[in-house]
């Protein structure tokens, strides 16, 4: 399977998973917690995978930046958090870090 599909299916699971760990508030939520576990352990396996064709550092960029635009994304929708200026400007360029690892990284494993 390509390796950048098992990055997104790990990114997805991780955000589920951070999501999720909103609403465990502090362990006292079983289902929650249920999902958060389950969500990250898939989240790691997945990225484990990915790292067979995917360069590490490179790995680790794309979800570290894609998870904190999604994150934040929801914290908006779902949560109702606002972000001030400099944070969009820094998740602007987060996206533009992973948007030049795409496009111009020749990197390999």
Partial sequence: MNGWLLLLGAIV?????TSA???VEGFSRPLPLALTVIAYVVAFWLMSL??????????????S???IVAIS???LIAYGQRL????LAGIALILSG???IQLF???TV
């Avoid at 990915?50 to 360069?55: A, M, Q």
């Fill in 13 to 17: 699971a991780e955000v589920i998973a």
């Fill in 21 to 23: 760990l909103k609403q």
């Fill in 50 to 63: 990915s790292l067979r064709s995917i360069p590490i550092g490179i790995a680790y960029a794309v979800w």
């Fill in 65 to 67: 930046g894609v998870g």
């Fill in 73 to 75: 994304t929801i914290g």
């Fill in 84 to 87: 001030d200026a400099a944070a």
């Fill in 98 to 100: 992973v948007a030049v």
């Fill in 105 to 107: 990284s020749r990197s």
